[in-house]
Nanobody, 123 residues
Framework: QVQLVESGGGLVQAGGSLRLSCAAS????????MAWFRQAPGKEREFVGG????????YYANSVKGRFTLSRDNAKNTGYLQMNSLKPEDTAEYYC????????????????WGQGTQVTVSS
């Protein structure tokens, strides 16, 4: 079992930055691929990016590539989503998720989810 808790959301102006954290419980954190999804009001939850258990592989949605960076510190059981050059269209509830195995973009493949953290980007 893995429990995930996100933090770091907030209100930021367009062009600004935020760093989200995802703290995980459990002793085998490095066995899990971690991903971030987001959901804007009235829209489906979408894949933002994922990072492998070893942090050797990352994968990003085209909409955030070059602006967002995933990392993780397995010693701290924590994953991070650094978001730069934020745009109003990045406004959403952001969720971290984890699964045993490789990064996939399909949300139903993830067994464990955090409660979400709100990111609001003002224009």
């Amino acid at each position: 079992q893995v429990q995930l808790v996100e933090s770091g959301g907030g209100l930021v102006q367009a062009g600004g930055s935020l760093r989200l954290s995802c703290a995980a419980s459990g002793r085998t954190f490095s066995s899990y691929a971690m991903a971030w999804f987001r959901q804007a009001p009235g829209k489906e939850r979408e894949f933002v990016g994922g990072i492998s258990g070893s942090a050797g592989t990352t994968y990003y949605a085209n909409s955030v590539k070059g602006r967002f960076t995933l990392s993780r510190d397995n010693a701290k059981n924590t994953g991070y989503l650094q978001m730069n050059s934020l745009k109003p269209e990045d406004t959403a509830e952001y969720y971290c998720a984890a699964r045993v195995g490789s990064i996939v973009t399909v949300l139903t493949a993830y067994n464990y989810w955090g409660q979400g953290t709100q990111v609001t980007v003002s224009s």
